[in-house]
Every structure is written in C-alpha cells, then in structure tokens.
C-alpha cells in the first residue's frame, strides 16, 4: 500500500540535528567501504617488475638481494682424494661425499668483503709510487695489489690463489686424463666493477678465449666490449696453448707455426703476448692460464677429427667455460645465472657489439637462458657446418651446468652429450646429440631448457685474423659483412665496431626435427 507521510518533517531546505549527525556518518561509513570495495575489485598487476634503474637497489650484493647467486666452489684436492665441481656442494672438505651420494641440494656460501668505494676503470692506469717494501707493511704485493680483497680492486692473498691454481690445475687434468703440462695460472685483479655507480644492474660481461692467441684484434676487441657493457664492466679470460700458432695444423696454408713462433721460448712469447694484452685493457680484469697437451693414445671422448693425445682439441669446447668459473670462485667475482658471456677464440673480431644489458636484464626478468649460435655456411640450408664453432653467445646458467658442473669422472672432458658416435638415438645413456660439433652443444642445451637462437644474421657478424695478415680469414654470419660495408662503414681487426645488435630482435629460433627415422636429423642432416 501507500507509505505513511511520516510527522514532523522539517521545512524545505532545512535538516534537523541529528539527521545532519546521521548524514555525516553515513557518509564516512560510506567512504569507508568504498574503499575497501574498491581494494578489492581493482585489477591486480600481473605484470613484469619494470626494470630497475636506482644501482643499490639493482646491484648485486649478498648482503640485500636474495636473489644472488654465488659462484658454485670449484672442487678442494689432495693428493689421494680430488675432488669435483658439483652443484650440490656444501663446502670443499665434503665434496667428495656429495658427489657420489648426490642427495645434498645445498650450496656453498662465498661471502663478498664489503666495498666502500668504486675500484678503478678498466682503462686507468696501474698504481706507482711506493717501494715493494712499503708496500709490504701496508699489505700489498710487490704489484701494489691489496691482497685479500678484490671486491675493491685488489686481489685475495697469493697462498690462497696458489691453493686455487693447485686445485685448478689438479682437476683439469683429471677431467682430461693428466694430458696437460701448466706452465702458468695467473688470476689477474678484479677492479669491483659490478659495484660502480653507472653500472645500475651490477652486471659482468665475460669475454672467453680458447686455444692458441694467433693474433689478437686489441683495438677492435676493445670497442666491442665497452659498446657491448658501456658500463665498461666485463672480464677477459684466457685459455692459452703454450705457443701463439698450432704447430701441426691439418690444413697446409693455415700452417704459421714456423712464421711467427719464438722456437727457443714458446710460452715466454705467449705470456708476453698475454701481459701486453692486461696492459692494453688497463692492468684489471684479465686472467689466463698457459697449458701444452702431452701424452699419446686415445682420448676417452672418442669423438672429432683429432682423436689422439696430443693433436686433440675437444678440450676448447669447455676449457676457458671451466676457468672462467675458478676465476670467478677465485677472485671472489659475483656470478648470476643471467651474465651474458661470449665464447670464442682470440683471434675474432666484430663487425659489431651486443647489447649484453638488455640480454641480462631480460633473462634476469624472464629467467630464460638464452644461447646464439652463428652461421659459417652461406646458404638456406641449415646443415653441413652450421652453426658455426668459432664462437657463441649465451647466458650463464644451462651452459655452466652442462659444460662445468655435470662431469663426473670417468666421462668425457667435453660439454655433457657433445660427444659420442654421430648416429645416435633417444635412448642412448648419453643425452641424445649428433652432428656437426655445435649442433651437439644446441641439442642438449635446448633439452636442458635453454632457447636456442641463429643470431640476427645482418647486423651482428665476426671474422677471424689470419696470423700472417689475411684479415677476412673466415666470416661469421656472411651476409652481415655486406650489411655493413653498404652503410659505409669501414671493417677491420683494427677498427672500432660498426653499431650495436639487439641480440633479442631478428634470431631465429634453432631447434632439431627428433621425429621419425625420415625426418630425424641426425640421420638426414637437415636442422
């Protein structure tokens, strides 16, 4: 029915006392749930973290970010016991006991010292002044080196890094069968670069070198690795043979040895290549070491065109990947599994940087492990010798795991399911791989997990440097040579690079057809 006209309403206009009262607190109980309506109907964001550009809250610090990952201990050996590089480690006295329980999924804790200011750049000069003795009362070595903490520039006590050289060298040789004569370790300086202040994502660039110098492109490799890390953060390894030519190279016109080796000191001429090499990068951030294959027989890999002691490379597939991670260990150097690191030989040289940033930022945000391979055949299909084994491009994480840290002895040295015979099938012990040396390394890094690319085959190219001068030696994704040269710029070993290449744009994913005896492509060779 009808509702009642209620009595005693006020005038028009007008509101008594306690209505104003009421109205005022309906209103505030209503504000109240609105808001909390509003809290909880407001879309959430689902997003990506934007990336963060303030350096201490991106830096890498074991102190503030529970995300850092710190360098897996390389392994502690005695005489009678040596043992080996694990994830599962817990610390260096038990290593052994982890490795053949495989049931300890606790890692080593490495502590970084703390740093109080920024070390110096890559490009500045070394420390003079004080005699050998000063230095000795203020801690130093007779380098002017502060020794026990390379966080700020400085390097750790020299016992401790002949500790490491001896476990180093000890386990290099058990991976490869005692086949390698050390004529010099040397660890280098870290300058703390991941903690300057332009460095915002605290991020390292590696730049890893295999097997004999030939001839190193100073002035080129310089302005591909501080366009590639503008930061001017990034760490050089080397791991040397002990002369700077092979001395019997299969192929007759490549066969310098006699041209451009000091015959009466080999490794003296190779260690002052590498000295001359650190002075030019500014005294900081280059490491090697200097080592002979020795011996005769068969290597236990029985894979690749050289199976024999002491002819056979299968070991720089992974040499300078296994002491780049001492290096790491040794200097106390942060390690994530997103650093960009580029594996190659010393005599390479770009036609372009990389923009290593954005790739670290990128896995960082994702947590892909990313890895780029490069063409060598210049023709559609993708076979024959492709990708090219010269170098490649990858984050840290998968590549460290299946080249460092899967061997176990008794197996081959090489990267984990690199090697076996070439016709292989899914149920093989081995992880399945086949074919043309990197497709091996692309077969079980993409089963491990990583996303395998052909990198952009324009604008990111390389070559190598033929020891007695011829420049364009063999060219690395071909058709960026001629990307390049149109646009005027003029290439060479002793030339800065033409650009950056965004790595992420224009790659073209890599993968291999498994499928039917048909289609498989280790029996039709077609990837």
Known sequence: GPMEEPENLPAEGEISAPSRRRSIWQKVVMVLLLGVVVFYIAPQDTTLPALVEDDEADSISPEDDSNFQKPNPPPSHSADNHHFPSANATDDNNNSTNNNKNNNNTKHALTLAPTSAPA?????????????????????????????????????????????????????????????????????????????????????????????????????????????????????????REAIEVKNHPVPDKRHYDKVVDKKDPVGQTKKYLQEIRKYFGGFNVAWYIAERVGSGANRCNWGPA????????????NAEVFAHYVAHALRIPTTPHDVMVYTRP????????????????????????VFFIRQVDNMDLCQEDPGNQMYIHTRGKVEEICVLHWKPGECGMCYGSFGPLNKNRNDPQSFSCGHEFQRVANTLSRAGARCFFSDPY????????????????????????????????????????????????????????????TNACKVGIW
Request: proline share 5%; hydrophobic share 30%.
């Open 347 to 370: 005599d390479t040289w770009y036609f372009s940087a990389i923009d290593s940033e954005r790739l670290y930022r990128f896995s960082k945000e994702t947590g892909d492990q990313f």
């Open 120 to 240: 110096p750049a890559p490009h500045a000069s070394a420390p003079t002044g004080p005699s050998d003795e000063e230095k000795k009362k203020k801690g130093e070595n007779s380098e002017g080196e502060k020794e026990g903490d390379s966080s700020e520039g400085g390097r750790p006590k020299d016992e401790d890094l002949e500790k490491m050289t001896k476990n180093f060298t000890a386990y290099w040789n058990d991976r490869w069968e005692g086949h390698f004569k050390f004529y010099d370790v040397d660890w280098g300086t870290y300058n703390g670069c991941h903690r300057w202040k332009n460095n915002t994502s605290g991020s390292i660039l590696w730049h890893l070198n295999a097997n004999h110098l030939r001839k190193v492109p100073y002035k080129n490799l310089k302005s591909f690795l501080t366009q590639s890390a503008p930061s001017g953060c990034f760490f050089i390894v080397f791991a040397s």
């Open 307 to 318: 199976q024999s002691w002491p002819t056979t490379n299968l070991d720089w597939w992974n």
């Open 459 to 518: 604008r990111f190219g390389a070559s190598l440097i033929d020891t007695v001068g011829k420049e364009f030696k063999q060219v690395l994704n071909v058709a960026s040579r001629k990307y390049w040269e149109e646009r005027g710029c003029d290439l060479g070993h002793e030339k800065p690079v033409c650009g950056v290449t965004n790595l992420l744009q224009n790659a073209i994913p890599y993968y291999t057809d498994l499928g039917s005896e048909e």
